[in-house]
């Protein structure tokens, strides 16, 4: 008895020849291409958005705590050191005193030694020492007592600088007296390589004649290094600092 063809066994075609299976389309060279540069670009936009927070907010972090530290060492310094205003302020590795620029911030910004970027990466301000050597405030000489500081990221200490006006004020302290100027002039933008602007008489200031000037210069614009910003202060007066470091009435 002839044995009967089961239902679900495979046809052939009209040829004889069973019908071959589908063949899958794979995505073509410029789809793959397509997705490798996505994927890509999706990688480097994370790497780029960590490098900006690492830039411009975790660098913040780690110089304030390191200029917090080393202004408590001045602080402790000043309060076990013996009276007179030069030995506190010149033998001190830590900091020479502390800038007061309310128009800027009410925080009080530590001054060093030094404008490289091993001394402002920890965010203080930093007295030039070259290519023109800072006149300081505490050795009573006529002369310009140069500063520079961060605009943006490792404390970023003068990033409203821009803020600043004629007739602010700018104050300077340290153990035993509180030097405060007066701003009279300031120069938005200029060469980076403009080091006149750091002259005992500065440049460019509208001041001819030897004086006790302040000059607080960083980077413009913001977030780039491409020219100067410059302030310039002369001395108002110089006040002493008595038991209770009551500060003057311009940080009241």
């Given at each position: 008895?002839a044995?009967?063809?089961?239902?679900?066994?495979e046809?052939s075609?009209?040829?004889?020849?069973?019908p071959?299976?589908?063949?899958?389309?794979?995505p073509?060279?410029?789809?793959?291409?397509?997705?490798?540069?996505?994927?890509l670009?999706?990688?480097g936009?994370?790497?780029?958005?960590l490098?900006?927070?690492?830039?411009?907010?975790?660098?913040?972090?780690?110089?304030?705590?390191?200029?917090?530290?080393?202004?408590?060492?001045?602080?402790?310094?000043?309060?076990?050191?013996p009276?007179?205003?030069?030995?506190?302020?010149?033998?001190?590795?830590n900091?020479?005193?502390?800038?007061?620029?309310?128009?800027?911030?009410?925080?009080?910004?530590?001054?060093?030694?030094?404008?490289?970027?091993?001394?402002?990466?920890?965010?203080?301000?930093?007295?030039?020492?070259?290519?023109?050597?800072a006149?300081?405030?505490?050795s009573?000489?006529?002369?310009?007592?140069?500063?520079a500081?961060?605009?943006?990221?490792?404390?970023?200490?003068?990033?409203?600088?821009?803020?600043i006006?004629?007739?602010?004020?700018?104050?300077?302290?340290?153990?035993?007296?509180w030097?405060?100027?007066?701003?009279?002039?300031?120069?938005?933008?200029?060469?980076?390589?403009?080091?006149?602007?750091l002259?005992?008489?500065?440049?460019?200031s509208g001041r001819?004649?030897?004086?006790?000037?302040?000059?607080?210069?960083?980077?413009?614009?913001?977030?780039?290094?491409?020219?100067?910003?410059?302030?310039?202060?002369?001395?108002?007066?110089v006040?002493?600092v008595?038991?209770?470091?009551t500060?003057?009435?311009e940080?009241?």
């Open positions: 008895m044995a009967t063809t089961d239902d679900t066994e046809q075609d009209a040829s004889g020849a069973p071959s299976p589908a063949r899958r389309r794979g073509g060279r410029i789809a793959a291409a397509v997705s490798l540069l996505g994927e670009l999706i990688t936009g994370l790497v780029l958005g490098f900006v927070v690492y830039s411009l907010w975790w660098t913040n972090v780690v110089a304030d705590r390191a200029a917090d530290r080393q202004a408590d060492k001045v602080r402790d310094t000043w309060a076990h050191a009276g007179g205003d030069r030995p506190a302020s010149f033998d001190s590795g900091g020479i005193g502390f800038l007061h620029v309310p128009a800027m911030s009410r925080d009080e910004i530590l001054v060093e030694k030094g404008t490289s970027m091993k001394v402002l990466n920890d965010g203080v301000a930093g007295y030039y020492t070259d290519p023109v050597e006149t300081l405030p505490m009573g000489e006529k002369g310009n007592f140069s500063l500081a961060h605009r943006d990221g490792h404390g970023a200490k003068f990033h409203r600088i821009d803020r006006e004629k007739g602010d004020p700018i104050v300077f302290e340290t153990k035993d007296k030097y405060v100027y007066k701003v009279y002039s300031v120069l938005p933008e200029t060469s980076k390589f403009n080091v006149q602007v002259s005992k008489v500065p440049k460019q001819t004649k030897a004086g006790h000037y302040i000059t607080l210069t960083t980077c413009t614009p913001v977030y780039t290094s491409r020219y100067r910003y410059v302030v310039w202060g002369e001395l108002d007066r006040e002493k008595d038991s209770e470091r500060p003057p009435e940080l009241r």
